[in-house]
């Protein structure tokens, strides 16, 4: 039985409990009210074209919802998903916002840059952990 739930573990994308992405020297200055801006900023993340963000009803519903993400996940595997889902999903539309791997036709001045600084990661992450 193990095997199996192992196996459809890993067929369906699902992170456990010890993968994912550790915490950032930045998590020690993260801010709540940053994470909340950045979240909601259609321009810089798009974070609420596609989800529907804690503390505000409208939001889109190409992802799942966020409410409630923080009890759902570990912070690990909620970091990895922001970070970079192609590593639990190659065929996931999200984008990867703390990683430059991979990536195609990227315009020069933007090469080698994540979307995410390593701080508004933690913004985001402090945030949606603390926040039902």
């Given at each position: 039985?193990?095997?199996?739930?192992?196996?459809?573990?890993?067929?369906?994308?699902?992170?456990?409990?010890?993968?994912?992405?550790?915490?950032?020297?930045?998590?020690?200055?993260?801010?709540?009210?940053?994470?909340?801006?950045?979240?909601?900023?259609?321009?810089?993340?798009?974070?609420?074209?596609?989800?529907?963000?804690?503390?505000?009803?409208?939001?889109?519903?190409?992802?799942?919802?966020?409410?409630?993400?923080?009890?759902?996940?570990?912070?690990?595997a909620?970091?990895?998903?922001?970070?970079?889902?192609?590593?639990?999903?190659?065929?996931?539309?999200?984008?990867?916002?703390?990683?430059?791997?991979?990536?195609?036709?990227?315009?020069?001045?933007?090469k080698?840059?994540?979307?995410?600084?390593?701080?508004?990661?933690?913004?985001?992450?402090?945030?949606?952990?603390?926040?039902?």
């Amino acid at each position: 039985m193990r095997m199996f739930l192992l196996f459809l573990c890993m067929f369906c994308g699902v992170a456990f409990a010890n993968e994912g992405m550790p915490a950032t020297k930045s998590a020690a200055t993260a801010n709540i009210e940053r994470g909340r801006k950045l979240l909601l900023n259609r321009q810089d993340t798009g974070c609420i074209l596609c989800h529907v963000v804690p503390g505000f009803k409208d939001g889109g519903d190409m992802g799942p919802s966020l409410i409630g993400v923080g009890q759902r996940m570990t912070p690990e595997a909620l970091r990895q998903r922001i970070a970079d889902p192609r590593v639990l999903n190659p065929e996931t539309f999200m984008p990867a916002y703390f990683s430059t791997k991979g990536l195609q036709n990227v315009a020069k001045p933007l090469k080698g840059k994540t979307v995410l600084s390593e701080q508004a990661l933690e913004d985001i992450m402090v945030y949606l952990l603390n926040t039902p």
